[in-house]
Structures are given as C-alpha cells and as structure tokens.
C-alpha cells in the first residue's frame, strides 16, 4: 500500500537499511562521492545552496537544473552496488544519483519538484536517506495542503507516477541540528538527443 496515492504516489520503508549497514554507508559515501558547493543563478544574482552535492552516474545521463548542466562523476562500488538493489527493489532502473549532503540543520532545500524535461513526465525516483533525521515537507500545488514525514537513517523514500506533477517538496531548516544528513536519489535520466 502506497503511503499516499492522490495525485501521483508516494511510499516510504522506514528501515530499508539495517542500522549498521547504514552507518557504514554513510561514512563511506562521504569519503567516496565528490562533495561539492554549488551556486545557482537567480534573478542575476549567483546564489550558493545551503548544502553540497554529488552527481555520479552513466556517462550520457547529463542534467541540466537551476541553470546549472551536470556532468555525472562516474558510479563508485558502493553506488553502483546500491543502484542495482534498488532497480531491483522497486523494479525500476535508474542512470543516475543525486546526492545531497546537510552539513547540520543549517542546510535545506527549498520547495521544489523534480520535474526537469530530463526526467520525463512521470519520473519514478528512490530516495535514500543517511545520517541525521530530516523533515520532509510535502505541499500540493493546487489545495496547498501540506503534509509532514520524518526520514529517518536508512529509510527509503519513493516517489512516482504523476507525484512531481501535482506535489512540490522541500526539506525545512532544522533549528538546533548539529549532526550532518546524506540523501541519495536515484533517477533515471533520459539524455537530451
Ligand atoms: O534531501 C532530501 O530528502 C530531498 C532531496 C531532493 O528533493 C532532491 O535532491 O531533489
Ligand atoms: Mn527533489
């Protein structure tokens, strides 16, 4: 049973990753993926995100968002092993890993959907989360109702089907925070011909 089906789909397995298996990842993806500060154009004006990311993937699955083309860095073991648990799993396949990296509560992101035309129109998209636990924030585009989900270490997060289309998302600011967050989305990327 989906956690929510209006609208698109959303589903949620909170300890999709064991606590040790978790803890492990965190501290190995944090040596092995290429962390970096990243700025976006808006209205003009350069504006650095509060967080840094990390794209690897395929060589051919490039994204362009906020502006900004993506050249994936190429698949580690341990994302390459995780992307085929995952295709498996969720029996998806994905190109691609986005990851995000809070340094504490500080960091966020702000409302947002994943629908860059790179994505196509129903993009089915895993989300794993490591590390401290965030709010994950959900607004629909038309009632505006809001609905809230902790992600806690090792869970997983999917959203697919008409979700992007109809839900924007965000992570809020976390007063108080102090220990860091990684998250993972996996997407399946079709490269602009
Ligand atoms: O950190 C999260 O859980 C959300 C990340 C996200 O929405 C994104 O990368 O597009
Ligand atoms: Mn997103």
């Known amino acids: 049973m ?24 965190f501290f190995s993806l944090q040596a092995a993926m290429d962390w970096h500060e990243e700025s976006i154009r808006v209205a003009g004006h350069s504006i650095r995100v509060p967080r840094r990311v990390a794209w690897h993937g395929d060589p051919d ?4 968002y906020s502006g900004v083309r993506h050249e994936p860095r190429p698949w580690t073991p341990g994302l390459l092993a995780l992307k085929s648990r995952l295709e498996a799993f969720c ?45 994950f924030d959900i607004r629909h585009n038309t ?3 809001v609905l809230h989900l902790p992600l806690t270490h090792g869970s997983l997060l999917t959203m697919g089907g008409s979700f992007q289309s109809h839900w924007q998302h965000r992570i809020p ?5 102090t220990a860091p967050r990684i998250n993972l989305t996996f997407r399946l990327i079709h490269p602009k011909t």
Do not use: C
């Not at 600011?173 to 925070?177: H, I, N, T, V």
């Open 91 to 135: 029996g998806q396949r994905f190109n691609s890993v986005l990851g995000n990296r809070y340094a504490d509560g500080q960091d966020a992101m702000g409302w947002h959907a994943d629908n860059e035309p790179e994505l196509g129109p129903e993009p089915f998209i895993a989300s794993l989360s490591l590390g401290a636990e965030r709010r």
């Open 61 to 64: 699955a490039v994204y362009h």
């Open 173 to 177: 600011k976390a007063p108080g925070l």
């Open 143 to 145: 009632t505006r109702e």
């Open 2 to 25: 989906p956690l929510l089906n209006r609208n698109g789909e959303i589903d949620y397995h909170e300890a999709f990753l064991g606590t040790d298996e978790a803890d492990r990842l």
